[in-house]
């Protein structure tokens, strides 16, 4: 195995332990009352001390690599412990089912076999370029825990719950291969890329040739990067719905919680496919730079339609002020940048507000975000740019304060060069933050459309008596959809095809729905918007809302969304934001 690969997974240990020790306290909380003190102790202990070896190893590792003395054949010899110490921890969880399974209610069962499952899906992230590991690390937890359910012949329909989490097990497989299919192939491809961008700095004699390769490479890769991410959208956004609708069933709060672990990193896999496209895109040298004149006016409409909901969510006042102004600039790149930092904005402010402005100095523009959120200090400030770093607060950070792969504002500035535009950011610790991007102005426009005040307001949301219309394709989705808005209260109607629709409205009653979610890709060369027109044509005073839904992360769907008044989810969507939407849409009526 490469060394930069070793020093990767070992360095993904702090999280990795972080994540065992929540899963321990866990199961010594539900376990404490009902466990034989001797075995619960007996497992605790053993569990101690190999998180603590784990722990040792790791910071060995540390000490070495800041006193510079980790060569390559050092590393190398280090590997085989830290798998035997990965996989032993994986056998401690299938022990667990073991000792503890018949302890208690069938809450407590359905809670190992959560934390059971947990833990393979944060395997996925964790090990799944080692494909034997990964394979191994889950055979440890789950084939226990099979295996115990199908002998357990004191509960009913045991077998049927062992032949369902054999399926589980199956399809975590798959879905790991496929991640590291996808990964592995993204990295080769950046790795030629980059192959080629250096041939072309260094032989300027073959640089017509050199250009068109490389170029070939990153549309290559680019189209690579659209389909994985699509078809990995697609059961990520099933998981999350089913997830969220099993959460709903579930009153013990730490089995909740891990249903809620599970819906994070849904969302985490989708934000890694986003990043690695953008930041790839970028060192390729496949994006052009096209300026022209942009009226903010515009642009801002985009923002607030797309950002509007998720503040509406956190009770945020979201405005936006300079919308007569107007840049000289390559408008897809400016947005690009603007919804990175107005995403980063809302998701690390808890109160307050974020401000997006434009004001003339000169003959430039000002193009500002401001934020009142928890701050960055002046000492992390200078790094925040660079690639894969992370800030670290003083203060504990949120569930829904994503760690990711640290390349959001790597992105941003990279565009901004791109763009020739000065980027600037100012922060104080629990103050908020601003970023500043100095533009080239156009010409000026002397009509201002009124700021949309959002409001301010909790969220609870409850569909009883609302009826919805769901279109979707795909079986998995379409069920998960249902099941969570029927959890929510909810009367749905789902239908599979425009040509269902069409077939169901000839006879519906004369209340239209108050609210329609439809898939953007339809069989038989329709869309949503198709559905949305027969839909709408069948109540043609009722304005009904829209939410449509798609898997393609290439945008393109805002100027439609404009046209035929809908708003836009990118699958997977999280139950959270699916909730944020739907209670917009509902509260402007």
């Known amino acids: 195995m490469k060394p930069d690969h070793i020093r990767a997974l070992i360095a993904q240990s702090p999280a990795s332990l972080t994540g065992n020790a929540v899963g321990f306290g866990v199961m010594v909380g539900v376990f404490l009352p009902l466990a034989s003190p001797m075995v619960l102790g007996s497992w605790l202990g053993a569990v101690i001390v190999l998180w603590l070896l784990r722990l040792g190893h790791w910071w060995r590792y540390r000490q070495r690599e800041r006193a510079g003395t980790l060569d390559d054949a050092t590393l190398s010899s280090w590997y085989p412990s830290y798998l035997v110490l990965v996989l032993m921890q994986g056998a401690q969880w299938g022990a667990a089912v073991w000792l503890f399974w018949d302890l208690g209610t069938p809450y407590h069962r359905l809670a190992l076999i959560l934390v059971s499952y947990a833990y393979t899906l944060g395997a996925v992230q964790l090990l799944v370029t080692q494909g034997a590991v990964f394979n191994a690390f889950i055979s440890l937890v789950l084939l226990p825990t099979i295996l115990r359910i199908a002998t357990d012949a004191s509960q009913p329909f045991h077998w049927q719950l062992a032949v369902v989490l054999g399926v589980i097990f199956v399809a975590t497989l798959v879905i790991g291969r496929t991640h590291r299919s996808a990964l592995e192939q993204a990295i080769t491809l950046k790795a030629r890329t980059d192959q080629l961008a250096a041939q072309l700095r260094i032989e300027k004699a073959a640089a017509d040739a050199a250009r068109s390769a490389a170029e070939a490479a990153s549309r290559a890769k680019t189209q690579f990067f659209a389909a994985a991410s699509h078809d990995l959208r697609q059961p990520l956004h099933a998981m999350g719905l089913f997830a969220e609708a099993l959460r709903q069933r579930i009153h013990d709060p730490e089995v909740a919680s891990l249903v809620n672990s599970i819906n994070e990193s849904v969302d985490a896999l989708e934000g890694l496919f986003g990043e690695l496209l953008d930041i790839t895109r970028i060192d390729s040298g496949g994006v052009e730079v096209n300026p022209h004149p942009v009226r903010m006016k515009e642009l801002f409409t985009r923002l607030r339609l797309h ?8 009770g945020l006042a979201l405005s936006f002020h300079g919308e007569r102004h107007v840049a000289h600039t390559d408008p897809l790149l400016l947005e690009r940048i603007l919804r990175n ?23 430039r523009l000002l193009v500002q975000v401001w934020d009142s959120g928890i701050g960055v200090s002046e000492a992390a400030l200078p790094r925040i740019f660079d690639e894969f770093y992370q800030v670290h607060t003083s203060r504990p950070l949120e569930a829904h304060h994503r760690k990711g792969l640290g390349l959001g504002l790597a992105i941003v500035k990279r565009l901004a060069d791109l763009l020739q535009a000065p980027l600037r950011v100012q922060s104080r610790v629990d103050r908020g933050t601003v970023f500043t991007m100095e533009l080239p102005a156009g010409i000026e426009q002397r009509r201002s459309e009124r700021d949309i005040a959002p409001t ?10 609302r009826r919805m219309v769901v279109v979707e394709d795909e079986a998995a989705v379409r069920e998960g959809l249902v099941v969570l808005l029927q959890a929510w209260g909810a009367q749905v109607e789902a239908f599979e095809t425009v040509d269902a629709v069409r077939a169901w409205v000839v006879h519906a009653g004369t209340q239209p729905p108050d609210l329609l979610i439809v898939d953007y890709r339809l069989p038989a060369g329709t869309t949503g918007l198709d559905a949305l027109a027969v839909l709408r044509a069948r109540w043609p005073q009722a304005s ?29 969507v999280l139950p959270n934001k699916l909730r944020a939407m739907i209670a917009f849409k509902l509260g402007m009526r």
């Open 341 to 363: 930092l107005v995403s980063n904005a809302i998701r690390y402010t808890e109160d307050g507000g974020v401000l997006v402005s434009c004001r003339r100095r000169g003959g």
């Open 456 to 465: 301010k307001a909790a969220l609870g949301l409850t569909l009883n008596g």
């Open 307 to 314: 950002f509007e909901p998720l503040a509406f969510e956190k």
């Open 544 to 572: 009904i809302p829209a939410i449509v839904v798609t898997g393609s992360s290439l945008g393109g769907h805002e100027d439609e969304s404009s046209l035929h008044d809908f708003h836009l989810l990118i699958k997977p």
